[in-house]
């Protein structure tokens, strides 16, 4: 039976209190924050809704100060691949909507393996399968089908290592099959938890079903998909509503099944053939959304934050200091895009990317800010999925697993992908953030590790 636990007038309350109270009862909210403790629903809708410069400047302080606390300057490096763009759905803000008229096409497994090779070739290791929704044009056995002709693949430099999926709301069934077919984490944004606008915005198709969709992770952790990932589309509905629901929803799957979201995705509105953006009266401004994703860091500090290519370069920099832990690289969002950007073919994205830099510059501006950019799958290789991942990263141990396996990754990318300047400056960040990894016989197998891989004599190691 689906239920939800989106209570509107409990979040509508929350909110409109927030707008009246005190600066007070904010700094009270701010030094919990400050402190490492856990914020109540009126704590987080308080900092949400607050306008004051002072607190937010604190907000991106504290928000900052978690990300290097808990994510150190790791950056999780993968990219999308749209593998059918077949819907049956009418969402209003989609360009695979159902009544937009295009040619519309699903990858045979040749046409997969190439866009795979590219992205291989890119460097990626970590992938996110997208998909419309269509039992007809894209069943669950066709998605089956390509995870296992991706995990097939061997290259060269080695293979994909993750598959990430994303795609439609489906039956406990289906997510059995694609959790015995390996799959990372599923993905699936509720895009917004406002039910009215919920509505609006689903015209019709097994997706305006609200609960169906809101009950879609329930039916994947019954199934025993332990990694999902969350999310909203920004700019359809009031934004503090919606991050106020993704807690709900969070703390609804903490409570039954011990672990919450794995990650949470910020994609926010972006224009795409067939729709008008200008028609959305909800649109997130930067600054609010740069608000948003800082508190929802502070809120869900060890919940990894994905950010794609949907926003711009500059902003993409700024919000990796306050919260983000991923981003996608080099993305398109079409269904054989990869192999028709490589032939310069017109192309009909399902929304138009704002950084459309190449992966290996992204990557490589990423060193020069400070971070390190990661090709690490251990854990899903490993099994540390659901609440084995969270109870190591609540440990504190995170920093003696990814940190090494970060830079083990980036040690391999570079001398498979980058030319003598790139590997310099992996070599420099490596040399720098050594000494983070506290536990010593840990820092000194990544350092002969590290070594191997230099040499050419050993590869794909991992903690
Ligand atoms: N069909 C699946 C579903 O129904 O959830 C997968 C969805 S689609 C391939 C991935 C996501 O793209 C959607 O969940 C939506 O949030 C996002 N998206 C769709 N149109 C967009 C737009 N115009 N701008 C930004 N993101 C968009």
Redesign the pocket.
């Known amino acids: 039976m689906s239920t939800s636990f989106i209570n509107r007038q409990y979040i509508e309350n929350l909110l409109e209190d927030a707008k009246h109270a005190d600066d007070a009862s904010l700094a009270v909210s701010l030094e919990k924050a400050q402190q490492g403790k856990s914020l109540s629903h009126k704590d987080v809708a308080g900092l949400l809704t607050t306008e004051n410069p002072e607190h937010i400047e604190e907000i991106y302080d504290i928000a900052g100060k978690i990300k290097k606390r808990i994510y150190g300057s790791r950056i999780v490096i993968f990219a999308?691949l749209?593998v059918s763009d077949y819907?049956v759905?009418r969402?209003t803000?989609?360009?695979?909507n159902h009544n937009h008229k295009f040619k519309r096409s699903r990858l045979t497994m040749d046409e997969l393996r190439q866009e795979v090779k590219i992205l291989e070739m890119m460097g990626h290791k970590r992938l996110a399968i997208?998909?419309?929704?269509s039992n007809e044009e894209c069943p669950v056995e066709y998605i089956l089908e390509c995870i296992k002709t991706i995990y097939e693949m061997k290259f060269d430099n080695g293979e994909i290592r993750r598959i990430n999926v994303?795609?439609?709301?489906t039956t406990e069934e289906n997510y059995r099959k694609l959790k015995k077919a390996g799959i990372g984490t599923y993905i699936?944004?509720q895009?917004t938890y406002d039910e009215h606008i919920y509505s609006q915005v689903h015209i019709a198709g097994p997706?305006k079903d609200f609960l169906w969709?809101l009950n879609a992770f329930d039916r994947a952790q019954d199934a025993g998909i332990d990694d999902v990932g969350g999310?909203?589309?920004f700019?359809l509905a009031n934004p503090y509503f919606d991050v106020m629901g993704l807690l709900l929803h969070n703390e609804h799957l903490e409570k039954k099944y011990n672990s919450g979201f794995h990650t949470i995705s910020v994609?926010?509105?972006?224009?795409?053939p067939g729709?008008n953006?200008e028609s959305f009266p909800n649109l997130v401004d930067d600054e609010t959304f740069t608000k948003i994703t800082a508190v929802i860091r502070i809120a869900v500090p060890f919940t990894g934050m994905i950010l794609s290519t949907?926003e711009k370069s500059a902003l993409r920099k700024k919000l990796l200091q306050l919260g983000i832990s991923q981003v996608s690289a080099g993305s398109s969002?079409e269904v054989g895009g990869y192999t028709k950007r490589q032939h310069n073919e017109k192309t009909n994205p399902?929304?138009l990317v704002n950084d459309e830099r190449s992966a290996v510059s992204i990557i490589s501006e990423l060193m020069d800010d400070g971070f390190i950019p990661s090709f690490c799958t251990a854990c899903y290789r490993e099994g540390r999925t659901g609440d084995r991942f969270m109870s190591l990263a609540k440990s504190g141990e995170i920093g003696n697993v990814c940190l090494p396996n970060a830079l083990m990754t980036l040690c391999e990318y570079s001398m498979d992908y980058g030319d003598d300047t790139f590997r310099q400056k992996a070599a420099a960040i490596t040399e720098k953030e050594i000494f983070n990894i506290a536990n010593g016989s840990i820092r000194q197998k990544t350092i002969e590790n590290i070594t191997k891989i230099q040499s050419g004599s050993g590869r794909d190691f991992y903690v």
């Open positions: 999308p749209y819907c759905n969402c803000y989609c360009s695979f997208e998909a419309g929704e994303n795609i439609a709301a699936l944004f895009e997706k969709h999310g909203v589309l700019g994609p926010r509105l972006c224009s795409a729709m953006i949907r969002t399902q929304f």
